[in-house]
């Protein structure tokens, strides 16, 4: 019902910044049904972990790791959402997906975005 894919991954250097963004497709039901998105890293040889979300309603989470560098926000159809990404470390290296959650608990996830930070 919902299809999610990610862009603006890249390589970057220390201290630089991204903002990737993430649509979501698919029936007009399921879109319309989203509670929440999210944005999930996976570094290799690492559990994924939650980098930050937002609800319907436009509260927002962070990582402890990435408080006060990244910013989630969604657009007011709520099938669309971005993570700004400032003062990006090495550490910050790793996969970033996309995820949704709708009305009665269906989840989706994203296909994954390369995230690099290196000089």
């Known amino acids: 019902q919902v299809h999610l894919v990610e862009s603006g991954g890249g390589l970057v250097q220390p201290g630089g910044s991204l903002r990737l963004s993430c649509g979501a497709s698919?029936?007009?039901?399921?879109?319309?049904?989203?509670?929440?998105m999210a944005w999930y890293r996976q570094a290799p040889g690492k559990q994924r972990e939650l980098v930050a979300r937002i609800t319907s309603g436009g509260t927002t989470n962070y990582a402890d790791s990435v408080k006060g560098r990244c910013t989630i926000s969604r657009d007011n159809a709520k099938n669309t959402v971005w993570l700004q990404m400032d003062s990006l470390k090495p550490e910050d290296t790793a996969v970033y997906y996309c995820y949704a959650v709708t009305f009665g608990a269906r989840t989706y996830w994203g296909q994954g975005t390369q995230v690099t930070v290196s000089s």
């Open positions: 698919g029936s007009t039901s399921g879109i319309s049904t989203i509670t929440f």
